[in-house]
Antibody, heavy 127, light 107 residues
Framework: EVQLLESGGGLGQPGGSLRLSCAAS????????MTWVRQAPGKGLEWVST????????YYADSVKDRFTISRDNSRNTLFLQVNSLRVEDTAVYYC????????????????????WGQGILVTVSS | EIVLTQSPGTLSLSPGERATLSCRAS???????LAWFQQKRGQAPRLLIY???SRATGIPDRFSGSGSGTDFTLTISRLEPEDFALYYC?????????FGQGTKVEI
């Protein structure tokens, strides 16, 4: 059974940093690209970042580019999201998710789709 | 970026009825790279449909997806009590990936 367990959330100050982790089990972690998606309270879903299975390619939404860094440790079956320069609008539940599929004809990450989600971790940015 | 517009915002139906949810894209979605997710209150989303019409593992056959280009539909043939939830479409054919704003299916 695929399990994704996020941790590291909580209260962060504007301009501060947090590091989110996602422990994966039930599948061969190193064989799949992974992604982060967030959901602000009472709002819809927003894609944040994606990383290839070997970590040689990373992709970011414009809203987080240059502030967030996605990474992974395949030896520890863990996905990370380093969130820096926090803003109030970064307040959200952050979900890690496993990806399936193949790169489309427009190139990666297009063609990969989410097949499993973690339960999410709340990040609150407030002074 | 591709904007996905879901309609209606809320669908009020009874168990046993048919639900038809629409997702319209601002431009054509490459290779029908469209997914549908179900989200219940306080829970993570769950994949229902990928590739516009392929059911995910373990999803009952009362859920079906159709469409191509800019117009896509999720149909629930006969609503079960556990189907009353929020539904999102998502395109993964063009970066940045984007989600619709959701359709709530309520009793």
């Amino acid at each position: 059974e695929v399990q994704l367990l996020e941790s590291g959330g909580g209260l962060g100050q504007p301009g501060g940093s947090l590091r989110l982790s996602c422990a994966a089990s039930g599948f061969t972690f190193r064989g799949y690209a992974m992604t982060w998606v967030r959901q602000a309270p009472g709002k819809g879903l927003e894609w944040v970042s994606t990383i290839s299975k070997s970590a040689d390619s990373t992709y970011y939404a414009d809203s987080v580019k240059d502030r967030f860094t996605i990474s992974r440790d395949n030896s520890r079956n863990t996905l990370f999201l380093q969130v820096n320069s926090l803003r109030v609008e970064d307040t959200a539940v952050y979900y890690c998710a496993k990806l399936m599929g193949f790169c489309g004809n427009t190139g990666c990450p297009n063609g990969w789709y989410i097949d499993y989600w973690g339960q999410g971790i709340l990040v609150t940015v407030s002074s | 970026e591709i904007v996905l517009t879901q309609s209606p915002g809320t669908l009020s139906l009874s168990p046993g009825e048919r639900a038809t949810l629409s997702c319209r894209a601002s431009q054509s979605i490459s290779s029908s790279y469209l997914a549908w997710f179900q989200q219940k209150r306080g829970q993570a989303p769950r994949l229902l449909i990928y590739g516009a019409s392929s059911r995910a593992t373990g999803i009952p056959d009362r859920f079906s997806g159709s469409g191509s280009g800019t117009d896509f539909t999720l149909t629930i043939s006969r609503l079960e009590p556990e189907d009353f939830a929020l539904y999102y479409c998502q395109q993964y054919g063009t970066s940045p990936w984007t989600f619709g704003q959701g359709t709530k299916v309520e009793i």
